[in-house]
């Protein structure tokens, strides 16, 4: 793992700190008692990729570490962790929290947002970034392969504005959609910078860091308008941990960028 570990330092630079699951979890534990979180009075909230990769029983993963030691999770998050189920899904999971009575009182519930797109590594002679190979398989697969695609298909494109999105008249990928035209509309100009990068593997990597602040932005909009919107009702606290989560054979590392307290 060190040769991974190393590679992924020197290719993100200093846009994040690489950690393992044990490294982040200390720092997870103690950003959340310093701010009188726990598994007794919160509930985990993801916004993460669908793909299994991320939490298949043969991988030693992030998000299958943070299930079990926080009691499972909410779900937000479609193709490249898009925050698809929105301000409701927000309102919902703010219902979930356990019900934590001491001296007949009942502490407010706080929610806990695990925000992380994901992008695979492989050595394959060489690092070969937006790869991996899965469990049960020996062909390279991608991964992110939402991410991937569309980075396959603006390439073809050559240029964000004759990117065609495919229409979705009857609702059938609703996904895919709605992040397309996410970083059509509104990223445009990273996207013809991503283009125009010759490296294949910072390429993606650009992209990826795209990724995170397209899923970072749009969830900070949503937990905002949840806090207006709630603000009579909601009276737990918010704490938000944003990352890339990085799949390399049989492990996951995370990237850290983010700790933020909305309510604050």
Known sequence: MNDYFEQIKKDFGDWGQLKTIGDF????????????????????VFSVCPDDLNRLQEIESIESFLTQKYNGEFHLGGLGSYPIGGITGITAASHHPPDNVKNGERK??????????????????????????????EKLTTSCGAMMGFLDQLKKAGDPSNFK??????????????????????????????????????????????????????????????????????????????GITINIPKKTLFMMKDVILPKK
């Not at 959340?32 to 598994?39: A, I, T």
């Not at 519930?109 to 190979?133: Q, R």
């Not at 970072?216 to 009276?235: A, G, P, R, W």
Request: proline share 2%.
């Open 25 to 44: 979890n200390k720092e997870f534990k103690n950003k959340l008692s310093e701010h009188n979180f726990g598994k007794d009075n919160s509930r985990l």
């Open 108 to 137: 407010h519930g706080n929610l806990i947002f695990f925000i992380s797109p994901h992008v695979g590594i492989i050595e394959n002679n060489g690092f070969l970034y937006g790869k991996i190979i899965r469990p049960g398989q």
């Open 165 to 242: 999105i495919v229409p979705d008249e009857n609702n059938m990928d609703t996904t895919r959609i709605t992040l397309q035209k996410e970083l059509i509309n509104n990223y445009s100009q990273r996207l013809k910078e991503i283009l125009s990068i010759e490296n294949q593997n910072q390429q993606v990597i650009s992209l990826v860091k795209l990724n995170y602040d397209v899923v970072m932005n749009k969830s900070k909009q949503m937990i905002n308008e949840f806090l207006d919107k709630e603000k009579e009702h909601f009276k737990g606290n918010i704490i938000v941990f944003g």
